[in-house]
T-cell receptor, first 116, second 114 residues
Framework: AQKVTQAQTEISVVEKEDVTLDCVYE???????LFWYKQPPSGELVFLIR??????QNEISGRYSWNFQKSTSSFNFTITASQVVDSAVYFC?????????????FGGGTRLMVKP | DAMVIQNPRYQVTQFGKPVTLSCSQT?????MYWYQQKSSQAPKLLFH???????NEADTPDNFQSRRPNTSFCFLDIRSPGLGDAAMYLC?????????????FGPGTRLTVL
């Protein structure tokens, strides 16, 4: 069985602060993929990043960075110098490689509110 | 731009009156999914099509049906909507490749049941 836990249900920061969203996962598969999606108030889920289980290299994309640590089964997401437009619900998700159809197991989501 | 399109964006129906939500894609992906998302919850998978093969999640109510007449289109039929079916319905697609994996989501249809 697979499970994704996002312990932070809601985070509130002031603009320009850095913020880290936590994600912890459980799976028995040795090959799997981890994802982050952003869901703004408009409702659409926007794909942010995919990481496979063999690639523990951290990634930075502009103000976004991701820290993948297999030893702690975590895939945390940091936004540097947050902006009001970052306000959204963020979902971490897991897909095992033996899934036909790339089934996603979602975490419960973290609502990020960035105040001006 | 290649994308996943859902119509309508907002749908209002009456208790017990059948309703159909539609999804189309220009990505030529062979897998299409329907999710139900209630307020402050994660999306819940209802079913998916891998090409023409229909896969129902075990806990999806019989009230929910789906059709995929061709690669590009997929429909969600709710035969007798109840108040508890009010939610955002998200359509997604993926290539089915075990290497790629990510799902691409449409903007969703918000269903209100009166």
């Amino acid at each position: 069985a697979q499970k994704v836990t996002q312990a932070q249900t809601e985070i509130s920061v002031v603009e320009k602060e850095d913020v880290t969203l936590d994600c912890v996962y459980e799976t028995r598969d040795t090959t799997y993929y981890l994802f982050w999606y952003k869901q703004p108030p408009s409702g659409e889920l926007v794909f942010l990043i995919r990481r496979n289980s063999f690639d523990e290299q951290n990634e930075i994309s502009g103000r976004y960075s991701w820290n993948f640590q297999k030893s702690t089964s975590s895939f945390n997401f940091t936004i540097t110098a947050s902006q009001v437009v970052d306000s959204a619900v963020y979902f971490c998700a897991l897909s095992a490689s033996n899934n036909a159809g790339n089934m996603l197991t979602f975490g419960g989501g973290t609502r990020l509110m960035v105040k001006p | 731009d290649a994308m996943v399109i859902q119509n309508p964006r907002y749908q209002v129906t009456q208790f017990g009156k059948p309703v159909t939500l539609s999804c189309s894609q220009t990505l030529n992906h062979n897998v299409m999914y329907w999710y139900q998302q209630k307020s402050s919850q994660a999306p819940k998978l209802l079913f998916h099509y891998y090409d023409k093969d229909f896969n129902n999640e075990a806990d999806t109510p019989d009230n929910f049906q789906s059709r995929r007449p061709n690669t590009s289109f997929c429909f969600l039929d709710i035969r007798s909507p109840g108040l508890g079916d009010a939610a955002m319905y998200l359509c997604a697609t993926s290539s089915g490749s075990k290497i790629l994996g990510e799902q691409f989501f449409g903007p969703g249809t918000r269903l209100t049941v009166l």
